[in-house]
T-cell receptor, first 114, second 115 residues
């Protein structure tokens, strides 16, 4: 099992450019999440999905869009990148159930917007 | 509203010292889950423990132990005989019914263990 993988690992964008981050999991998890991590702020939830074809807003959704066309994939899009979106982005997945709420994280994507 | 507070931003200890990382949470839910995650310098996030709100039993796993006290809304993490490999950022997190079980993370505590 590869677990949760993220593509790319690093990216530099110029203001106004667009890009898509890809998250893939091979654990048959229902729930998937996108977080951003900024210094001193922990992880903040951007968007999440409770199943194929569904998405919902998290704590900081502005400037991002997501899609979950396949159960194993969760895409995060930036339509017009801004310097404030410079961050490390983590994808995670989990299997819901009474005792299955821990999340499994990908290795992260370091994005710099200049 | 749900909230997780890790008041200690950074802690520095010498190897073999014991260290406790504090976590205080706020929630109105009666059913909720608490977590600790570790983020070593390599950057990945590693799940350490989950505790549900109905289970206040303390847990020990090797050099790690967790003290869950509902009366003080705390879920503290102790590392006994710390080692250099314990150097990492540790995150406490909360997941509850009100938030649709979305997980709220604390800001993290950076632990430095010096040889």
């Amino acid at each position: 099992n590869a677990g949760v993988t993220q593509t790319p690992k690093f990216r530099v964008l110029k203001t106004g450019q667009s890009m898509t981050l890809l998250c893939a999991q091979d654990m048959n998890h229902e729930y998937m999440y996108w977080y951003r991590q900024d210094p001193g702020m922990g992880l903040r939830l951007i968007h999440y999905s409770v199943g194929e074809g569904t998405t919902a807003k998290g704590e900081v959704p502005d400037g991002y869009n997501v899609s979950r066309l396949k159960k194993q994939n969760f895409l995060l899009g930036l339509e017009s990148a801004a310097p404030s979106q410079t961050s490390v982005y983590f994808c995670a997945s989990s299997y819901p159930g009474r005792d299955y709420y821990e999340q499994y994280f990908g290795p992260g994507t370091r994005l710099t917007v200049t | 509203a749900q909230k997780v507070t890790q008041a200690q931003t950074e802690i520095s200890v010498v190897e073999k010292e014991d260290v406790t990382l504090d976590c205080v949470y706020e929630t109105r839910d009666t059913t909720y889950y608490l977590f600790w995650y570790k983020q070593p310098p390599s950057g990945e996030l590693v799940f350490l423990i989950r505790r549900n709100s109905f289970d206040e039993q303390n847990e020990i796993s090797g050099r790690y132990s967790w003290n869950f006290q509902k009366s003080t809304s705390s879920f503290n993490f102790t590392i006994t005989a710390s080692q250099v490999v314990d150097s990492a950022v540790y995150f406490c997190a909360l997941s509850g019914v009100t938030g649709g079980f979305k997980t709220i993370f604390g800001a993290g505590t950076r632990l430095f263990v010096k040889a």
